[in-house]
């Protein structure tokens, strides 16, 4: 029972450069969400998808673009990488609640 | 907007000692939930709270919703190593518009425990 895929775990990017990052769940979930994580501020919204077919802006959206593929994937794209975008990425799903985490791709920016 | 504030940032404490971390929002929550994250490891739902005054015990966790709906604690009692991780409360989204789901997540509470 995989859960939340997210791929892949570890990258390094250059600045300037793109990269998708990508999530799928099995679980039949409506929901997605992709968040941020960095030291001493918890998880940050950056989109949402409610439903197949729409995506919305979280708390903080610039620099990322999304795609809800269809109802099993949702990606999240940097176009322009940039030092800022050093985290911690983390892909969720739900039905309401509780929410349901991947295991997250380390990503750094030089 | 809404903030979801948690405090202590860090706790150090021996095996066998007590912990509490304290989750405040600046708007009444219909719910909180609390996750766990142990180092290295992803976000874990470990309870949801939905009524006043309420309280809840896994073994030695107890979680308590405060009475205004806008506050609530982890209690941990006798801590063992495996409790080492990061504590977060989360409640519902509350920036305008349906929640579908989305929360706002505490900064997190890193345990440590010593042996």
């Known amino acids: 029972n995989a859960g939340v895929t997210q791929t892949p775990k570890f990258q390094v990017l250059k600045t300037g450069q793109s990269m998708t990052l990508q999530c799928a769940q099995d679980?039949?979930?409506?929901?997605m969400y992709w968040y941020r994580q960095d030291p001493g501020m918890g998880l940050r919204l950056i989109y949402y998808?409610?439903?197949?077919?729409?995506?919305d802006k979280g708390e903080v959206p610039n620099g990322y673009n999304v795609s809800r593929l269809n109802k099993r994937e949702f990606s999240l794209r940097l176009e322009s990488a940039a030092p800022s975008q050093t985290s911690v990425y983390f892909c969720?799903?739900?039905?309401?609640?509780?929410?349901?985490f991947g295991d997250g791709t380390r990503l750094s920016i030089l | 907007g809404q903030q979801v504030m948690q405090i202590p940032q860090y706790q150090h404490v021996q095996e066998g000692e007590d912990f509490t971390t304290y989750c405040n929002s600046s708007t009444t929550l219909s719910n909180i939930q609390w996750y766990k994250q142990r180092p290295g490891g992803h976000p874990v739902f470990l309870i949801q709270l939905v009524k006043s005054g309420e309280v809840k015990k896994q073994k030695r966790l107890t979680f308590q919703f405060g009475e205004a709906k806008k506050n609530s604690s982890l209690h941990i009692t006798a801590t063992q190593t495996t409790d080492v991780g990061t504590y977060f409360c989360a409640g519902p989204w509350n920036a305008g518009g349906t929640s579908y789901g989305k929360l706002t997540f505490g900064q997190g509470t890193i345990l440590t425990v010593h042996p």
């Open positions: 679980m039949n979930h409506n929901s």
């Open positions: 998808s409610a439903s197949e077919g729409t995506t």
């Open positions: 969720a799903s739900s039905e309401f609640q509780p929410q349901h």
